[in-house]
């Protein structure tokens, strides 16, 4: 009688784990399509020396220098200040923990 457990135990195991996956999908994964990267490198404006907030529009940058600058925003004056934290952000070390060198066996 226990062989019958385990043997229905296991028959079980196998249909739970083969039913993941449909037996049409195949048995390795498919893996993801090449891209062409070149085609679509400057799509959005990355590339472009702009500031991160415009997010690539045009008329928002004509319509900023035709603004005087004590009318212009203060993160289009400052643009380029921004975009060097954001690439070299400031950082401080964790203060070790002062339970975690206590530990009790």
Known sequence: MAVYKIA???AM???LTSAQRPFYAGLRPI???SVETESISN???EDADQPIEARGDGNLINRLNQMPIDKQPFWYLNW???DA????PQTYP???SQFAG???N
């Open 31 to 33: 893996g993801y399509p």
């Open 80 to 82: 380029r200040f921004y």
């Open 43 to 45: 799509r959005f404006g």
């Open 85 to 88: 934290q954001r690439k070299n």
């Open 94 to 96: 964790q203060r070790p």
């Open 13 to 15: 195991l196998v249909a």
């Open 102 to 104: 206590n530990q009790l």
């Open 8 to 10: 229905l135990a296991i």
